[in-house]
């Protein structure tokens, strides 16, 4: 078992940049695929971001590369998302999650751990 939460969302201009922590206690956190999943209203849940245990690969939505960057520190249980040229398009709640699968999935349903989520609010 894993507990997760994340902070750093916020409201930001346009073209701004935001960084989302999320802090794992728990088991060890250092075995856990980590992603981040975003939902804006009326709208489906969307793969943003993951990155492998040890941190050496990571995956990104389309919408977001080249923009976003997911890194993690095992030693500090957190894995962060650093945003950047921030559109209104990304405003949503984002969430932190975790699996012991090796490999990473774009679905959510595969993530067994849910953080509560923070809220993101980029204005035009």
């Known amino acids: 078992q894993v507990q997760l939460v994340e902070s750093g969302g916020g409201l930001v201009q346009a073209g701004g940049s935001l960084r989302l922590a999320c802090a794992a206690s728990?088991?060890?956190?250092?075995?856990?695929?980590m992603a981040w999943f975003r939902q804006a209203p009326g709208k489906e849940r969307e793969f943003v971001a993951a990155?492998?245990?040890?941190?050496?690969?990571?995956y990104y939505a389309d919408s977001v590369k080249g923009r976003f960057t997911i890194s993690r520190n095992n030693a500090k249980n957190t894995v962060y998302l650093q945003m950047n040229s921030l559109k209104p398009e990304d405003t949503a709640v984002y969430s932190c999650v975790a699996s012991r699968a090796l490999s990473y999935s774009r679905d959510y349903a595969s993530y067994p751990y849910w953080g509560q989520g923070t809220q993101v609010t980029v204005s035009s």
């Open positions: 728990g088991r060890t956190f250092s075995p856990y695929t």
């Open positions: 990155i492998s245990w040890s941190g050496s690969s990571s």
